[in-house]
């Protein structure tokens, strides 16, 4: 079992910066990817960041060149940093995480809303 705890979202105007982070617990030897997503109201939950089992990133187009994931410990502990905050970036972020077995794991969620 993994567990998988966001924080760091909040208000921002449009235009800031704001990091995510996400702690990991449990079985993370066991992580094989790892990554960030986002469900805004109305919409499907959908990728934003990811760490493939080999170490390679993927972004999703609307956030590449304006978001960063990273790591540190291997996998105990993940970031987003998300720069140049637009409106449309407003969603509730959530931690991701799938083990050896494909079994998928998610945080609770962290709201990040992006306005002036």
């Known amino acids: 079992q993994v567990q998988l705890v966001e924080s760091g979202g909040g208000l921002v105007q449009p235009g800031g910066s704001l990091r995510l982070s996400c702690a990991a617990s449990?079985?993370?030897?066991?992580?094989?990817?790892m990554g960030w997503y986002r469900q805004a109201p109305g919409k499907q939950r959908e990728l934003v960041a990811t760490?493939?089992?080999?170490?390679?990133?993927v972004y999703a187009d609307p956030v590449k060149g304006r978001f960063t994931i990273s790591r540190v410990n291997a996998k105990d502990t993940m970031y987003l940093q998300m720069d140049s905050l637009k409106p449309e970036d407003t969603a509730v972020y959530y931690c991701?995480?799938?083990?050896?077995?494909?079994?998928?794991?998610w945080g609770q969620g962290t709201q990040v809303t992006v306005s002036s």
């Open positions: 449990g079985s993370i030897f066991s992580i094989s990817a």
């Open positions: 760490f493939l089992s080999g170490g390679n990133t």
């Open positions: 991701h995480a799938r083990d050896s077995t494909k079994q998928d794991y």
